[in-house]
């Protein structure tokens, strides 16, 4: 019912010695990897391919550049964007030992209809959007598949405990945080136009004063 997805990605990317600028211009997006001991190093990597290995891995999957035979175990780390076209200007990878463990926030993918929501009870409310996970690099999962179709009545919640790890992952989130659950509908109060009675009785006297004015007039 819960599951989780783990794959390997490698990234091609070469050492830069040219202006940011430059490389923009050859559709490279300039790029630094630092950590585990590792000083900081300036690179570069196929805007085109950089794009697809982020839609694959995000944050939460090990990437492995590889720079011409020497390959580098990261996760990417942060990403600076243009303002106009979003479009990645700038990526920092982080690099990893992949004989340590790490924590990292894993998204929630969720599946299904709940039963609940299908028999017209509730709408689903959907909690949690990722739980943090410890395990080495290798076996971190790139997310969280949470079927929510067993929500079948209103008292029914989806729990983090009842997601199923693979051997070799924690769960670092609290095990009873909710994940998931259907809330009902609230029902609408039709609202009643309140009536001011100090502004009426100011009126009527108001028009009764015109009227004695006008009767004196006369």
Same mark, same amino acid.
């Given at each position: 019912?819960?599951?989780?997805?783990?794959?390997?990605?490698?990234?091609?990317?070469?050492?830069?010695?040219?202006?940011?600028?430059?490389?923009?211009?050859?559709?490279?997006?300039?790029?630094?990897?630092?950590?585990?001991?590792?000083?900081?190093?300036?690179?570069?990597?196929?805007?085109?391919?950089?794009?697809?290995?982020?839609?694959?891995?995000?944050?939460?999957?090990?990437?492995?550049?590889?720079?011409?035979?020497?390959?580098?175990?990261? +996760?990417? @780390?942060?990403?600076?964007? #243009?303002?106009?076209?979003? &479009?990645?200007?700038?990526?920092?990878?982080? =690099?990893? !030992?992949?004989?340590?463990?790490?924590?990292?926030?894993?998204?929630?993918?969720?599946?299904?209809?709940?039963?609940?929501?299908?028999?017209?009870?509730?709408?689903?409310?959907?909690?949690?959007?990722?739980?943090?996970?410890?395990?080495?690099?290798?076996? +971190?999962? @790139?997310?969280?598949?949470? #079927?929510?179709?067993?929500? &079948?009545?209103?008292?029914?919640?989806?729990? =983090?405990? !009842?997601?199923?790890?693979?051997?070799?992952?924690?769960?670092?989130t609290d095990g009873e945080e909710?994940?998931?659950?259907?809330?009902?509908?609230?029902?609408?109060?039709?609202?009643?136009?309140?009536?001011?009675?100090?502004?009426?009785?100011?009126?009527?006297?108001?028009?009764?004063?015109?009227?004695?004015?006008?009767?004196? &007039?006369?």
């Amino acid at each position: 019912m819960y599951s989780v997805r783990t794959m390997t990605i490698t990234l091609q990317a070469q050492k830069r010695d040219t202006k940011a600028a430059a490389l923009r211009a050859q559709d490279q997006i300039p790029a630094v990897y630092y950590g585990a001991g590792k000083e900081s190093v300036a690179i570069a990597v196929p805007a085109k391919e950089f794009a697809k290995v982020w839609k694959e891995a995000g944050e939460t999957t090990a990437v492995t550049l590889d720079l011409g035979g020497e390959k580098v175990t990261t +996760l990417i @780390h942060d990403m600076q964007h #243009d303002p106009i076209t979003n &479009a990645p200007i700038h990526i920092d990878f982080l =690099v990893i !030992d992949m004989k340590k463990e790490i924590e990292v926030p894993v998204p929630i993918e969720f599946t299904g209809l709940a039963e609940a929501e299908k028999g017209g009870l509730g709408t689903l409310v959907k909690v949690l959007h990722e739980v943090e996970v410890r395990a080495l690099p290798a076996n +971190l999962p @790139h997310s969280l598949t949470v #079927d929510v179709t067993s929500l &079948a009545t209103l008292d029914m919640q989806i729990h =983090v405990k !009842d997601i199923v790890l693979p051997t070799g992952v924690v769960m670092v989130t609290d095990g009873e945080e909710v994940v998931a659950l259907v809330a009902a509908f609230k029902e609408e109060k039709e609202e009643v136009p309140t009536i001011d009675l100090d502004s009426i009785e100011v009126e009527q006297k108001g028009k009764k004063e015109e009227e004695g004015v006008e009767a004196s &007039a006369e």
